[in-house]
Nanobody, 124 residues
Framework: QVQLMESGGGSVQAGGSLRLSCAAS????????VGWFRQAPGKEREGVAA????????YYDDSVKGRFTISVDNAKNTLYLQMNTLKPEDTATYYC?????????????????WGQGTQVTVSS
C-alpha cells in the first residue's frame, strides 16, 4: 500500500521560503514520475511541479518557474519542493503525487496516489 506523507508547510511572509517534504512508504521514488500539486479554497487542484526521475526531466507551472525547485533524495526516498520568494497567491494546500498513470503531468487525473496535504499560507 502506497502512503505519502507531506510536511514542511507553514505560515510565512511574502518573499520568504519554505521547503516541503514528501516521504513515501510502500513506494520507491527512484526511476518514477512524481509531482507536487496545490489547491486553494474554491479552486481546482493544479500541478505545480513534476519530475520524471528516469529521464531527469522537470516541469514547472509558469507561475512558479524560477522560484520553486522539485528534487528527490533517493537515499531517503523523499520528494522535496523548495519554495522561494513566496507570494500570497501561493497560499494553498500542497499535495505530493505519485504513480503517474498518463496524461499531462499538471492534471490531477495523471497521478494515482496522493498525500494528505500540507498547508502553506503566505501573508502580504
Amino acid at each position: 500500500q502506497v502512503q505519502l506523507m507531506e510536511s514542511g508547510g507553514g505560515s510565512v511572509q511574502a518573499g520568504g521560503s519554505l521547503r516541503l517534504s514528501c516521504a513515501a512508504s510502500g513506494y520507491t521514488f527512484s526511476g518514477r514520475s512524481v509531482g507536487w500539486f496545490r489547491q486553494a479554497p474554491g479552486k481546482e487542484r493544479e500541478g505545480v511541479a513534476a519530475v520524471f526521475i528516469s529521464s531527469g526531466t522537470t516541469y514547472y507551472d509558469d507561475s512558479v518557474k524560477g522560484r520553486f525547485t522539485i528534487s528527490v533524495d533517493n537515499a531517503k526516498n523523499t520528494l522535496y519542493l523548495q519554495m522561494n520568494t513566496l507570494k500570497p497567491e501561493d497560499t494553498a494546500t500542497y499535495y505530493c503525487a505519485a504513480r503517474r498513470i498518463g496524461g499531462a503531468w499538471y492534471t490531477e487525473s495523471s497521478f494515482r496516489d496522493w498525500g494528505q496535504g500540507t498547508q502553506v499560507t503566505v501573508s502580504s
